[in-house]
């Protein structure tokens, strides 16, 4: 059968006004909280946004706010969401659109496309939910639709994305682009799922090629997700009342954070050699003696950590500069810290 592109618009945008979540972000036509909503939803769950929405809009109401807003702060408030590059681009961001455009975010494509943070999937959901402009985009929900509709073989990639991409120019209404983008990623997420599609529930199931031949199940083929085992050592080093952290680097993984120091464990190395030689490598300090305090397990997307928490002594004292710092209890919680590292923080009060 062949989709009549105008009727499966229109039922797809009718079920979602009949049925979309109500959710914070979409009580606004803000741009500004819109572009928050859109990057905080990038590989993080609604339920986990929603807070982490309420309290970033409370703490930066405008553009303006954010922009003026030491980069610390925005990235304490983003604390527990995770890929804090999403954070420190739409701080840098903010602060060039305030240069730049007074705070407004331009609605064409090729002048967004050019501050950070913003690729073909932001730049398009943000600008058909804000300004209604009519642009395709895929995530991982809307790719896995996509593959069903059109019944395509093969992993769920972005090598299905020119097929995707020209399909979904064809069923996009040119208006309400914004509510046709969410509903297609609505019903990914609700109806669309990734083991069980609800099919009886779909309002698009009489357009859907996988239902028709009963491949939704099959379709996209799961990937097996590699997850790699971590061990790490963390060495809690205390002078008086406080404790010595330092931050990470500006690039790499979870840049520009602090921690408590400690690292890897390297293959056929014990708990107590590898925190001397983190030590060593990273503050050039000798270890005096190690007190074990806590395991405790942290998990990430493509990796889990198991952390051997010690309570060390030194020879000698740290270099303290504008990265390396003792800090008191209560202090701690100023800092912006992965979430492993804030886990240890709670355990340490017990
Ligand atoms: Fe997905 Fe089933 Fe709807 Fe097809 S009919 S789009 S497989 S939920």
């Not at 494509?109 to 395709?136: K, N, Q, W």
């Not at 698009?204 to 009963?214: F, I, M, P, S, T």
């Not at 889990?304 to 030194?314: H, N, P, Q, T, Y």
């Amino acid at each position: 059968m062949a989709i009549s592109y105008k009727s499966f618009s229109r039922d797809l945008i009718n079920w979602y006004d009949g049925s979309k979540r109500d959710l914070p972000w979409r009580r606004t036509r803000d741009p500004y909280k819109i572009w928050v909503s859109e990057i905080m939803l990038q590989q993080t769950t609604v339920n986990t946004v929603i807070g982490f929405y309420g309290r970033f809009i409370k703490a930066f109401p405008t553009m303006k706010a954010l922009a003026k807003a030491p980069l610390q702060t925005v990235l304490k408030q983003w604390q527990g969401l995770g890929y804090y590059n999403r954070a420190r681009n739409l701080h840098r961001s903010a602060v060039r659109l305030m240069q730049e455009h007074r705070g407004v975010l331009p609605r064409d494509p090729e002048v967004l496309r050019a501050f950070p943070g913003f690729g073909p999937y932001t730049t398009g959901s943000v600008l058909s939910i804000a300004y209604d402009i009519p642009l395709t985009i895929i995530d991982a929900n809307i790719r896995r639709v996509g593959m069903r509709l059109l019944a395509l073989p093969g992993e769920a990639n972005t090598k299905q994305d020119p097929v995707i991409k020209e399909f979904l120019l064809k069923i996009l209404p040119l208006k309400r682009a914004g509510d046709f983008n969410q509903a297609l990623m609505e019903l990914g997420a609700r109806v669309c799922a990734s083991k069980y599609p609800s099919c009886t529930a779909c309002p698009v199931a009489g357009y859907c090629r996988a239902n028709r031949l009963d491949l939704q199940k099959k379709i996209p083929i799961s990937k097996k997700k590699i997850v790699t085992d971590i061990q790490a050592v963390l060495a809690i080093i205390k002078k008086n009342d406080r404790y010595f952290i330092q931050q990470r680097p500006e690039k790499g993984l979870l840049a520009g954070l602090w921690e408590f120091p400690g690292g890897k464990i390297e293959s056929g190395e014990s708990e107590s050699k590898a925190l001397a030689r983190e030590l060593k490598e990273e503050l050039g300090l000798q270890l005096r003696s190690a007190r074990f305090l806590f395991r405790l397990k942290h998990f990430y997307t493509q990796f889990r950590v198991e952390l051997s928490v010690f309570a060390c002594s030194i020879k000698g004292e740290p270099t303290i500069d504008a990265a390396h710092l003792w800090v008191s209890y209560k202090d701690l919680s100023k800092y912006p810290m992965p979430s492993a590292n804030g886990k240890i923080i709670e355990r340490l009060t017990a």
